[in-house]
Structure formats: C-alpha cells, structure tokens
C-alpha cells in the first residue's frame, strides 16, 4: 500500500486519511478489505459472465460485458483531460448512465463526487468548488429542468470551473456524453489502491455548511461483504432501486452490488409507488430499501392492487420516524417477505442489519436493528442528558474532506459520534431515541437547520429565528421556522420559501411551517434552547388536537 504513515492518518493519492494500522490489518485478515478493485471485478465478470444483466433501466438491459465496454472507452475519454485522482462529479438521475460514469471513474482511478439533482445552485456551487472537482455530469433535461444551462451559470462563477458534459441532452456548448464513447482512444488504466478515496459524499452537518465524506474502495467492499451475508442476498437478486444514486444507499445497490454479489439492479428515475409495485411483480423484485415514505406508498399501493410481492425477500426501512405499526402492516400484507428498520449514515453505512428473522416482527418494527455490523457504543451525551451512539467498523468513512470537520466527529478510539441518541434492549437491539445533533431528516435527506437560519437571519423582516424538526407521520419529520420578527414587520411562509428559493436552496430544505413569536427561550450563555421550543410546539399540537 502505497503512502506515507503517520500517527493517526495516511496519505494516499495526495489525500489524507484517517488510519489505524491495526485495524487496517484486522480488516484485510478477516476479508472485509481486499487488495482487490471493483473495477478488476467488473473486468472478471464482464468475461466470465457477460450476458448476465447489471442493470435495467425501463426497457433497456445492460449485461456486464456493454457496461465494461462503455465503462473503459468513458475512462480513456476522461483520461484525456484529467489524471487519476481527480473529482468527477456527477448530478443524475437513476440512469443507466450514472452506472457507467461510476464505474468509468474508478476505472480510470478517479474519485467520484454524486450530487442530487435536487440541489440547487448555492449547493451546487459550493460543493464543485469544495470538491475541486474536474469534470461533472448532468442531464441535458430532467422534470423540466435544463441542467446544462444551470451548470454553465453556476460553473461561471467557479475559480476553476469543470468541464460539463450533458447526458441524453443535445449539444448547446457542453460535451455530450455519447460523443465521450465514440471512438475512444484507447489507453492504459491506472494502477489503483483500494485504501485510496474512491467517493465523496456530501451530507448536511450543524455547521451550515455541507461535508464531504470520503470512502475508500476498501470500506465500500466491506460494507457490501458485511450486507451480503446479513441481507438474504444471493446470485440473481433484482434490487428496486428508486433511491436516489447520489445517496449512499441506491449507488451501492445500482453500482456496487450487481458487480460483487451477482444482483440487477431495476433503476426508477422517478417514485411512483403504483408503477413501483407492477415493476416487483413483473421483473421478480427481490430486494428494496427506503425511507418510511417508500414503504408507506409501496404499501398502499399494494393493498390497492390486491399484490402481496410473493419474490420480495427483504425490505430494508431506515431514517426519522419509523412507526412500529407501519413495519407490522407491512409484515402482514407481504408475507413472504421480511420487513424490518435499519440504522445508519453516510459516514458509517448501516450501523445495524435488522432483524432477517420473518417470525420476530417485534424486534423488525420496535427497534433499529442489531448492533452486529459495526462495534457500537453508548456513551454519555455532552449536549443532551441521554447516551450518544457511537460506531466505528470497516464500513465506515476514511475522513472528512475538510480536516476541521473531524474536529469533534471522533472519540479517542476512532469511534464515529453519530448525534443520535439511542439503548439497546433485549441485549445487542438499538432502539435511537432521539438526537444530540441538530439535524433534520426529511424524506430521508439530512437537513441543517443552521444553514437555513443562517440565510434567513439575513431577511428584511426577520429578527431571529430557529428551525426546529417536528415529528410527520408522512415523511418522518418536518422543519418549522420559529420567528421573532423585526419591529412592525409580519413576515409570512411564503415570503421566506421564496426569500430561500432566490438564494438557491434546494426545496427539500424549505420550512413547511412558520411560527411568530415575540421571543425565543435562551440559556444563560445566551444560546437558543430548541428543545423549549420543539416541546412547546407539541404541547401545543396536542392541545389543537383535542
């Protein structure tokens, strides 16, 4: 492995690394890490299996010898204007496409950076000129939304703009991606290590300010090892998948898994829970993963069409507020199948399996999962009077993009402060309780309350605010914007939704509910207490209610 060895962290490839020489060891001894690269996999089973089907995209059916194929001429293109190690973004939908980039850009020993593409331009800008990133792939159009053109007015205000190349998009001044696979030419791929950083992943902290999560091939292949032999997965398994790419989640089942454990991959661009059920029914779904909305829709939309699924094995429900009763439900109606909660985070991928145990329902839908995938703690919170989680495996991230950001992420083992509080029940059964990070997850995307208050400070209207997570039975939690307004000013929701819009926030981020008060409860230090707040908003629901 090549790289310079320091006390706690490793240089490689020019990136710095949190390192443990010893439990680097462990990992590689017990094969959770492996001298091995997805990419020589992809060549391996590109030759020993090539018209077995990776992915399904509508009616399009790519075998694992075309997305070689592709792959390779898309990395000797790439090669051409940027060198291994360099950024790749890419902002699509769940297109076959995505797949190709991906698996072009570990090829060609580049890391690859996904970005929703429901981020908008203030997301955009900041996280392409974080990332340094050298190239970045959009859609020419996607839900009414000329991609292209967005990119070319975000990347004219970069220091260093990357070159965009359009996908499915017609040529405007932007490189089109079916010109990058035309007529190649051909060259030698990179040497790659597996410990080197393979992805960043931004994700929504309490700074204000996304972070950059980085994972090497090596905790990438642990954690599909890990979901391997924890998920019923076997050769042949088709996975739904209508999560999207950029998460963590769908790039392991779109990308990762059909390559390493012989699955498919049953791409949707878009979530339709009707089209969603008739899709499991007539491919043979085997396999999804989601957050509550997903299984809520999926659910209804079965019960509707009288279709109990009888090929789905497993379903996978993580993120805010999943109710037991939904879990049950849903264990009753698809009965061949096992459907249980999970836990985890982009820094530390599925910190619990679940329970794979079709008879135990009450531990699928009453707690989180097994604490068996990673090591996992409870410590006393500093900011809150419950017990942190703490987790650490060889699943988990190699470090932040930006150093500073590890500043109070880690304990003095190496453990993951996860911000979520949480006990284990009936021995090694997470049940999360709560959270000591300010943090909002909706729809299971991570909202920062910080950012959206720090934006809204800057409101003609607006004297203070504070934006707090409240429970929502549809998408697990929704953000209310609590208000002192300015002096004679009344300021409304649609106001701000729009003062937020003009500033470039992606809608997934804007308040659903706005509350004026004439004060907000601080301590003595003079710092907003939230949880006053969020109590007083309950209390206040409950009392509407009755």
Same mark, same amino acid.
């Given at each position: ?50 018209? %077995? ?9 790519? *075998? ?55 981020? %908008?331009? %203030? ?5 392409? *000129?974080? /990332? ?9 159009? =996607?839900?009414?939304? +000329? ?18 190349? /359009? ?7 932007? @490189? ?11 060259? *030698? ?5 597996? +410990? ?36 019923? @997965? ?20 779109? =990308? ?22 008739? &899709?499991?029914? +007539? ?17 209804? &939309? ?17 993120? !805010? ?9 849903? /264990?009753?109606? =698809? ?5 249980? %909660? ?30 068996? @995938? !990673? ?34 992420? =880690? ?8 911000? *979520? ?26 909202? &920062? ?40 000013? &009344? ?26 008060? +004439? ?28």
């Amino acid at each position: 492995m090549a790289g310079e060895e320091l006390a706690a962290e490793r240089i490689i490839a020019g990136r710095r690394l949190r390192w443990d020489a010893a439990r680097a060891a462990d990992a590689y001894g017990r094969g959770w890490w492996s001298r091995d690269t997805l990419g020589a996999m992809l060549g391996r089973v590109a030759s020993d299996t090539p018209e %077995r089907v990776v992915i399904e995209d509508g009616r399009l059916r790519i *075998d694992c010898a075309s997305l070689y194929r592709d792959a390779r001429a898309l990395a000797s293109a790439m090669l051409e204007t940027a060198l291994p190690g360099s950024v790749v973004s890419m902002m699509l939908p769940n297109w076959h496409e995505a797949a190709i980039v991906y698996h072009a850009a570990t090829l060609a020993g580049m890391v690859v950076h996904p970005i929703l593409p429901s981020m %908008r331009e %203030r997301e955009i800008a900041f996280m392409l *000129d974080d /990332a340094r990133s050298q190239m970045v792939f959009v859609p020419g159009e =996607f839900r009414g939304r +000329d991609y292209a053109a967005i990119l070319q007015g975000v990347c004219a205000g970069l220091r260093k703009p990357p070159r965009i190349v /359009a996908v499915r998009g017609e040529s405007s001044g932007q @490189i089109l991606f079916e010109d990058m696979l035309r007529d190649p030419v051909p060259r *030698d791929l990179p040497p790659v290590d597996p +410990d080197a950083v393979r992805m960043i992943m931004y994700t929504s902290g309490t700074t204000g300010r996304p972070k950059g999560v980085m994972h090497s091939q090596n905790s990438i292949h642990a954690l599909i090892r890990q979901l391997g032999r924890h998920w019923l @997965i076997a050769p042949g398994d088709r996975f739904l998948v209508p999560s999207p790419v950029s998460h963590i989640g769908g790039s392991i089942y779109a =990308f990762e898994m059909p390559v390493m454990l012989g699955t498919s991959a049953v791409l949707m661009d878009q979530w339709d829970a009707a089209a969603g059920v008739a &899709a499991m029914r +007539d491919r043979g779904v085997t396999h999804m993963a989601g957050a509550t909305p997903f299984l809520e829709q999926l659910l209804s &939309a079965a019960q509707a069409a009288d279709e109990r699924l009888p090929d789905l094995k497993l379903f996978v429900c993580g993120g !805010a507020g999943v109710p037991p009763a939904l879990i049950e439900a849903a /264990a009753a109606h =698809f009965t061949g199948a096992v459907v249980t %909660r999970v836990y985890g985070s982009t820094e530390v991928p599925v910190v619990t399996v679940g329970t794979t145990n079709r008879g135990d329902v009450a531990h699928a839908a009453r707690t989180d999962g097994r604490a068996g @995938i !990673a090591e996992v703690r409870l410590v006393p919170s500093d900011v809150s009077g419950g017990r942190e989680i703490v987790a650490r495996g060889p699943q988990m991230l190699v470090g932040y993009h930006r150093a500073e950001d590890e500043a109070s992420a =880690f304990d003095a083992d190496g453990f993951f402060r996860t911000g *979520d509080l949480g006990e284990l029940v009936d021995g090694d059964y997470l049940v999360i309780s709560g959270r000591a990070k300010d943090i909002i997850i909706r729809n299971g995307e991570n909202i &920062a309350p910080k950012e959206i208050e720090d934006l809204l400070a800057g409101h003609p209207a607006v004297d203070e605010v504070a934006i707090v997570g409240l429970p929502d039975p549809r998408t697990g939690e929704r953000a209310c914007a609590v208000t002192v307004p300015r002096a004679g000013q &009344a300021p409304d929701l649609a106001g701000l939704t729009a003062f937020l819009r003009s500033a470039g926030v992606a809608s997934f981020k804007l308040p659903e509910r706005l509350e004026l008060w +004439d004060a907000l409860p601080k301590n003595a230090t003079g710092k907003v207490v939230k949880h006053e707040i969020r109590a007083t908003l309950l209390a206040q629901d409950g009392k509407d209610d009755r």
